[in-house]
């Protein structure tokens, strides 16, 4: 089965995840699909109604948790500190669901998800980095800032039900619920900074480098598209595609690399189609009433970004303020 956690404004996007979905899963394994709602459904718009059931953290967490965590996160952060405590939720309630594949809204299944299903036959997790090869450039953003927002993207996840699965599950919430800030000075970002140490701490993780798993902003330098008859795949083996993000993509905000400068889209026309192909798959759903409603949940705003100019003449009023922080100045006495 696939869960997903998201917002009322996401929905549009959660529910294409789940068309997709259901539509590559046909034989390979459960198509189920839950949404779980990091959102006042009191807040759905009137008369909006979900094909897949709708399973808000409100079920999950009591009131008293909800308000402690909203104060403390932004909704971003929200989200990724319930994560854990929704996903523990989902394998108690569905008992008869031996496998689980988490996937952020942001991502779209292109192939058949037989290869999720057959690596989890062996494997208790599945992970994938978020990048497989050391850039060969000055660009940004490098493994330096990998090291910051961390080794493993958290958008997608696919469990086995096992002890040890349990055991994860249950040291990742102890983790991530009271330090889910991004906060690098501190050493902290969401809930996936904790997934570096994971392939250490608990067996059968299977960390899956295939470069047709989890295409993304972040890998697209090193990975080229090709459309045929039959689907998407890689330009250079011609191997099927298996599932894209478009975090970064769809909305250049979002994300943890919104000056990236590593990818550009004016010379990467495979890239501008997928994102019409996803854009289309998003056209059947009447997103106008959805991405209007506030996050009821993340009481801090999400941060600004600041492009052109504006970026510019931040950096350089730090620049100023580093250096008369640094410079040495007589004792007066």
Avoid at 245 to 254: I, Q
Avoid at 300 to 325: I, K, M, N, Y
Wanted: charged fraction near 20%; glycine fraction near 4%; charge should be neutral.
């Amino acid at each position: 089965m696939l869960v997903t956690l998201c917002t009322i404004r996401q929905l549009p996007q959660a529910l294409a995840l789940g068309d997709s979905f259901s539509k590559q899963t046909s034989g390979a394994g459960s198509s189920q699909v839950v949404i779980g709602l990091a959102d006042d459904p009191a807040h759905l718009p009137a008369g909006f109604q979900s094909p897949y059931p709708l399973f808000p953290l409100s079920e999950v967490l009591s009131s008293e948790k909800l308000a402690s965590l909203s104060a403390r996160y932004t909704p971003t952060e929200f989200a990724a500190a319930c994560k854990p405590a929704f996903l523990q939720e989902i394998v108690r309630r569905y008992p008869q669901a031996d496998t689980l594949v988490y996937a952020d809204p942001n991502i779209c299944f292109l192939g058949s998800t037989t290869p999720i299903f057959e690596k989890l036959r062996e494997a208790n997790l599945l992970l994938t980095p978020f990048i497989t090869q050391a850039p060969a450039d000055r660009r940004w953003p490098d493994e330096k800032f990998f090291q910051n927002v961390g080794l493993y993207s958290s958008d997608f996840m696919a469990f086995r039900r096992s002890t040890e699965t349990d055991r994860f599950l249950a040291w990742w919430q102890d983790r991530v619920e009271p330090r889910a800030n991004i906060a690098f000075c501190e050493g902290l970002c969401t809930d996936q900074l904790w997934l570096m140490h994971v392939p250490v701490f608990f067996l059968g993780v299977d960390v899956v480098k295939d470069p047709a798993w989890h295409v993304a902003l972040w890998n697209l330098p090193h990975r080229t598209l090709r459309l045929e008859a039959t689907g998407w795949k890689l330009a250079d083996s011609g191997r099927p595609l298996l599932f894209a993000n478009v975090k970064g993509l769809y909305n250049p905000d979002e994300g943890y690399f919104p000056n990236q400068n590593r990818l550009s889209l004016s010379n990467r026309p495979d890239v501008g189609a997928l994102m019409t192909s996803y854009r289309q798959a998003l056209a059947p759903v009447n997103a106008s009433a959805l991405t209007m409603v506030r996050p009821a949940y993340g009481e801090h705003p999400e941060p600004v970004v600041l492009r052109g100019w504006r970026r510019a003449t931040v950096q350089s009023l730090r620049a100023v303020t580093r250096f008369l922080d640094e410079l040495p100045l007589p004792v007066l006495r």
